[in-house]
């Protein structure tokens, strides 16, 4: 019965405009007594043949509609702006800035459009203080309370927000999905009848998950794939916080948003190159390589840590959190094929300064780097970077956008960029200066440790 229900719309006879509920006057045209009961299959038929099968190259993609954040870093994740009609699900674990990152985009959203700010967790009172805390308070801006979907709805209804925010998922009942909130069905329910309302509205809305550390809640999980982009907020050291994309139905999901949690809500990071970066008056220490990584638009320079100890009771573990721990274990048995290097009786843990998770393969050669160094105490040059993947058979492979890599290195007061052969020596010499850092050109791991540690090589192998 309430599928037939839901399949009717009031579309106004003189302009084609559609409305979920009968009106008395049309809001698009301002006739009166335009609007009559139409099957929603037809009224979309109509508009533009949703329901029926269409040439490909007859189909209108109308412009796209794109709402500035008011937030860079947000924009450069979503691919530049949020969608109209779009669902976003934002996740992270419980204090990590969610609601004050949505707070901050309602709030300096660039539309003239109503905003909606939904929450199941904290009272209208609690929200006012933080918005006037954090200069949120705006005209258009309009805040509910309630963790009823019905309700919510029948908000959604009575505002018609151009963007609204639901914090959070989890908090969300329907009568119809069973009475607790939180399960898998609820979310999966509430998610679905969020995306299909803003699907209808042309409006779009995000929807706040908590995910704790292990990020394996079934819940939210179980809506990733109703909605269209995912964006995950992640802690990095100390106020750092991480915003990226796993999913993006109308960008790239390799994009990296950077923010710092300060006294008057999260200030973006816009300069970020160096950020993760140790400066050091003297030279480094045994265990650190720094590698340029290509991070969604951007590429950034982040030393990576390394320290091995031997492992007790012949047991030996992995402590990588930033990286892989798979990845670290395979580079170590890499390093001890092909250069000797003993690693199979020791304790490894790798970090990332900043706390950056790493993801992209380029950082392979600069991660087998800081474990040499620091299984043999022999330190990497100061002025030295790595990028690279690594194969098992211990050959350096290409990593893409080296040029740029050597570029920001050299921005940094980085000489020299070891890494997969590129460029013919002509080529090179041909772009001078302009060219940044020198990339040394290396074709497998024994290779590069030669290029980095020179004549220490053998020092560390006598070890
Ligand atoms: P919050 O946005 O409530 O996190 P979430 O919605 O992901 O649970 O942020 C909570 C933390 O952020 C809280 O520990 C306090 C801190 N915080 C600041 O440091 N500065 C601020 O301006 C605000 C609003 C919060
Ligand atoms: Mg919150």
Redesign the pocket.
């Given at each position: 019965m309430s599928a037939k229900k839901k399949a009717l719309v009031y579309r106004c006879s003189s302009c084609g405009h559609s409305e979920p509920k009968w009106l008395g006057r049309c809001p698009e045209c301002g006739q009166w007594n335009t609007l009559r009961e139409t099957a929603l299959a037809q009224a979309r038929a109509e508009r533009g043949g949703e329901t029926f099968p269409l040439p490909i190259a007859s189909i209108e993609t109308g412009k796209e509609t794109r709402i500035p954040t008011g937030s860079a870093e947000m924009d450069r994740v979503l691919g530049g702006g949020i969608m109209r009609g779009s669902v976003v699900l934002l996740g992270?674990?419980?204090?990590?800035?969610?609601?004050?990152?949505l707070l901050q985009v309602l709030a300096r959203a660039a539309t003239k459009g109503r905003l909606l700010y939904i929450s199941g967790e904290e009272s209208p009172a609690q929200i006012k203080l933080?918005a006037e805390?954090?200069g949120c308070v705006r005209d258009g801006l309009e805040v509910f309370c309630s963790g009823d979907l019905g309700l919510v709805r029948a908000a959604l209804d009575a505002v018609r927000p151009t963007v609204a925010v639901v914090?959070s998922i989890q908090t969300l009942r329907a009568d119809e999905a069973g009475a607790v909130p939180g399960t898998a069905n609820q979310i999966k329910y509430c998610a679905m009848e969020l995306t299909s309302w803003a699907k209808e509205h042309d409006s779009a809305i995000i929807l706040?998950a908590?995910v704790t550390k292990e990020g394996i809640i079934a819940g939210p999980k179980a809506a990733e794939h109703l909605v269209d982009a995912v964006l995950g907020?992640e802690q990095g050291d100390g106020d750092m916080r991480v915003l990226r994309a796993s999913k993006n139905r109308f960008g790239s999901a390799e994009e990296v948003g950077l923010y710092r949690?300060?006294?008057?809500?999260l200030e973006e990071v816009s300069d970020a190159s160096g950020l993760f970066l140790v400066r050091r008056e003297d030279g480094m220490p045994a265990g650190a390589a720094v590698a340029p990584v290509h991070e969604g638009s951007r590429i950034l320079l982040v030393e990576i840590q390394a320290l091995t100890v031997p492992a007790k009771a012949g047991l030996t573990r992995v402590y990588s959190e930033r990286i892989d721990a798979a990845r670290v274990s395979r580079i170590a048995a890499v390093l001890e094929k092909h250069t000797g290097a003993r690693f199979s009786d020791q304790d490894i843990y790798v970090n990332v300064a900043g706390g950056i998770r790493l993801t992209e393969p380029g950082v392979d050669l600069a991660l087998a780097c800081a474990l040499y160094s620091a299984r043999s105490g022999v330190a990497l040059p100061k002025d030295v970077v790595l990028a690279g993947e690594l194969s098992l058979a211990g050959e350096v492979r290409p990593v893409r956008q080296m040029r740029r890599r050597a570029k920001a290195a050299a921005a940094l007061g980085f000489s020299t960029l070891v890494g997969p052969p590129g460029e013919t020596e002509a080529r090179r010499s041909d772009r001078g200066s302009e060219a940044g850092a020198e990339w040394k050109g290396v074709r497998t791991i024994k290779e590069a440790l030669k290029a980095v540690f020179g004549a220490r090589v053998h020092e560390a192998e006598k070890d």
């Open positions: 992270g674990e419980p204090g990590i800035g969610k609601s004050t990152l933080r805390r954090l914090d706040v908590h907020f949690m300060g006294e008057t809500g």
